[in-house]
């Protein structure tokens, strides 16, 4: 997706943020005419139609995603007004991961949804490996090439044909912290690894457990190890080991896991310890790191922009109570780990056409970004319409660095391997959580699951 030389660029990136988080926090939920103005938005504010869509009185459509709870509630306000804007009904259907074998049964049963949001680049090639996806039509086209930059254009790519539309984005190198907790331990946000761990140090002296994790959901343990690895190991090691044509044995692994291990590894740092992370789910890893006063379960919990909707779910503010700062540097470059959630037509019709025409349109994006805990990818997306100053600074940053980012090494993996609870990585690294100690086994079982995993293709 981007030349060794963008390394550097990444560097900058991750400074540009590190600063624009400092500012955002600092100031107040107000944006400045300039930033409307970049990013496409009317001077006057009032917004407006970017795209014009056909009328579908009477059309029906079904869409799955694996959303749940506040972020399928929010995207369905999306859905609503496609069907204000068209007259077609649209009818949200709940899937479950891994999303292939759950539209896998549909397919079977002869009743596919119209449109799907996969979360992984692989979901979508094997989707059109299965000949499920249809192409893109003229006018989804047309969004894409005005609103995306090439990066995310690509991604939705299977062998130069565009398949995938991605509507939503995310930030995954950012770290959240409960702001009591850090003045209570005098702890400073930490810009390289070694920091961190003198950060979490001082919260443990404190009498709060440093960190929360969600380890009842293995995507989160791979995001971990992804940040670490980009950082440690570098851009071109991060692309070999995507493709697994760098095994799991190799040494740039090994050294990851051993630094993986200096957090998950001593005693009571951790919140509920090993087992009890086991037994967290990803929302409550948030909600437990900004609730109980001055003595939450933990102080900090790493995971992308969109744990601002279930810190919604609790009392502490944004950018006040909960703040934020980029992924440490493990190594020389701090890392920037991207992921998504791509729209893609099962069903051909002029209806699903419209729909993720609409997806890749900014009116689409701007509906959810007001609601918060949601990025867009989209450029055109107004900068304004995200509702607080810490979300518009991570929102700029995203647009800011084009295609200088690396996507969610997992998600590009195959399905077996990168997505599918309680198997490959997701349940190797949840051993690996339990016992950080075993480096060695757990990168023997990590190659033995994707040699396994990408010699299938599934």
Sequence with gaps: MRSRSSTIRTD????????????????????????????????????GSSVTLPKLDGAKLEVA????????????????????RTGAKVTFVPAQDPIINFLGSKVAGGRPPDVALLPQPGAIKQAVEKKWAKPLGPEALKELAE????????????????YGVYYKAANKSLVWYNAKVFENAGAKEPKTWTELLSTARAVYDSGVTPFSVGGADGWTLTDWFENVYLSQAGPDKYDQLAQHKLKWTDPSVKQA??????????????????????????????????????????GMVYEGDFAQV?????????????????????????????????????KDSKAAQALVTFLASPDAASVQAKLGGYLSPN?????????????????????????????????????????????????????????PKDVAGAQRQLEKDAAAAYGSGS
Excluded at 65 to 84: S, Y
């Design 379 to 435: 450029k055109n997306v107004p900068v304004s319409a995200y509702p607080n100053e810490v979300q518009r600074t991570i929102a700029r940053a995203l647009i800011s660095s084009g295609d200088d980012f690396r996507f969610d090494m997992s998600d590009q993996a195959p399905q077996a391997f990168g997505g599918t609870p309680g198997k490959g990585e997701w349940k190797d690294l949840q051993d690996f959580l339990k016992n």
């Design 12 to 47: 900058r990136a991750v400074a540009a943020l590190a600063a624009l988080l400092a500012g955002a926090l600092a100031l107040t939920a107000c944006s400045s005419g300039d930033d409307k103005k970049a990013s496409g938005e009317r001077s006057d504010g009032s917004g």
């Design 257 to 298: 896991l051993t630094t993986l291990a200096q957090v998950w590894g001593p005693k009571d740092y951790v919140a509920g310890g090993a087992d009890g992370a086991l037994q967290t789910e990803f929302p409550a890893s948030v909600t437990q790191t900004f609730t109980g006063g001055d003595q939450p379960k933990a």
């Design 147 to 162: 609103n995306y930059s090439q990066g995310w254009q690509d991604i939705g790519k299977v062998d130069g044909k565009s």
């Design 65 to 84: 995603a694996v959303w749940t709870g506040t972020e399928q509630k929010n995207f369905k306000r999306v859905l609503a007004e496609f069907e204000k």
């Design 310 to 346: 279930n810190i919604g779910d609790t009392k502490a503010r944004v950018g006040t109570d909960a703040k934020v700062f980029p992924f440490p540097a493990v190594g020389t470059a701090a890392p920037v780990v991207s992921g998504g959630d791509a729209a893609v037509i099962l």
